[in-house]
């Protein structure tokens, strides 16, 4: 599928003012979000000694996760003929409600592929921000059949991952992440495509060389650890993680490229982690957020002896669930004393 990304192993990394000229352009479309500063007594027993955590709370963003930023960018950049012909997209559920936001806010019109088994919640807010929605058996499927519209039908793909503006959109908040923040030790940064890691990474690495940087990926959706493994980007035949905003099935050449180069460690999280960090964000700082929300805090769990003293940030990426979901999350979750 067309990515519109350089196909080069090696392309260029977004730079400061590159990003900052970004930022510019969009202005108000998108929100500062906020950087928190997470302290209490549930975290206390669990953190990393002496450690200092903040949360970048991007599910504050418009649509409830960080791709607002990517969307909007990469729409405000087309011309007025293809911006009015349409745009397209495949995703779970937060890449097609930020394309489908991102169209009506710039006048033009999005139809979006999403895999069935998307969370039903995210498919209506799809369908309420005026977008149609084709549900598909998968998300191969799904990928399969946004090629097709954009072939057949003269839509724009918007990419979910593999594009400079989303990785340009996920620079931005890397680089506003560490404004509020100062220096940072480590950053832990999901992965789904890899476009978000992709572009903060490459943000801190110029800002902040000596931040270190984690990639974090659920177990039944480690396409980064493969391609890291094998030196190129890789498939998986199947996405198998209750984290299905990071169920990419696969990785492209532009964000592998630049995740390779400005990643420093990749880490997995598996289900069972993803629900302790879920209630753990719940009963401690009081949020609401999607299994792929808290994977970065999962991962600095599972860190805890490594990160002692740290200055330690946290992106968490997404708040879209529905009720039922997030209930059944929690009470897997909660630990018996709860």
């Known amino acids: 599928m067309p990515s519109n990304a350089p196909a080069e192993l090696d392309p260029i990394a977004p730079t400061p003012e590159g990003i900052q000229r970004a930022r510019a352009e969009l202005g108000g479309l998108v929100r500062e979000t906020p950087a928190w500063p997470w302290q209490g007594h549930r975290l206390a027993r669990r953190q990393p000694t002496g450690s200092t955590v903040w949360l970048k709370l991007e599910s504050f963003q418009h649509t409830g996760s960080f791709k607002a930023r990517g969307?909007?960018?990469?729409?405000?950049?087309?011309?007025?003929?293809?911006?009015?012909?349409?745009?397209?997209?495949?995703?779970?559920?937060?890449?097609?409600?930020?394309?489908?936001?991102?169209?009506?806010?710039?006048?033009?019109?999005?139809?979006?592929?999403?895999?069935?088994?998307a969370d039903a919640a995210r498919v209506q807010a799809c369908r309420d921000l005026g977008a149609e929605v084709v549900l598909l058996p998968d998300i191969a499927a799904a990928f399969a059949e946004v090629a097709r519209i954009e072939r057949e039908e003269g839509r724009t793909l918007v990419h979910p991952f593999?594009?400079?503006?989303?990785?340009?959109?996920?620079?931005?908040?890397?680089?506003?992440?560490?404004?509020?923040?100062?220096?940072?030790?480590?950053?832990?940064?999901?992965?789904?495509?890899?476009?978000?890691?992709?572009?903060?990474?490459?943000?801190?690495?110029?800002l902040q060389p000596r931040c270190r940087v984690v990639g974090v990926e659920p177990h039944g959706a480690d396409t980064m650890h493969r391609s890291f493994a094998a030196g190129g980007p890789q498939r998986i035949d199947a996405v198998r993680t209750i984290a299905d905003s990071l169920g990419a099935p696969m990785a492209l050449p532009y964000t592998f490229s630049l995740c390779r180069r400005f990643v420093d460690e990749l880490v997995l999280v598996d289900d069972d982690a993803l629900c302790r960090a879920m209630w753990l964000l719940f009963a401690d700082a009081k949020l609401v957020v999607e299994?792929?929300?808290?994977?970065?805090?999962?991962?600095?769990?599972?860190?805890?002896?490594?990160?002692?003293?740290?200055?330690i940030g946290l992106i968490v990426c997404g708040a879209n669930v529905d009720h039922r979901t997030f209930a059944d999350c929690l009470r897997r979750g909660a630990p018996a004393e709860a």
């Open 71 to 117: 969307a909007l960018l990469a729409l405000r950049r087309l011309p007025p003929d293809r911006l009015q012909r349409g745009v397209t997209a495949v995703s779970a559920g937060n890449h097609a409600m930020a394309v489908a936001h991102a169209a009506r806010a710039m006048g033009s019109t999005a139809k979006v592929c999403m895999p069935a088994t």
């Open 162 to 206: 593999d594009s400079e503006a989303m990785v340009l959109g996920a620079a931005m908040l890397g680089m506003e992440f560490l404004r509020q923040t100062g220096q940072l030790d480590v950053l832990f940064v999901p992965i789904g495509g890899g476009g978000l890691c992709a572009g903060v990474a490459s943000a801190v690495k110029k």
């Open 291 to 311: 299994p792929a929300g808290a994977a970065t805090t999962a991962a600095m769990l599972q860190q805890r002896e490594q990160l002692a003293g740290a200055r």
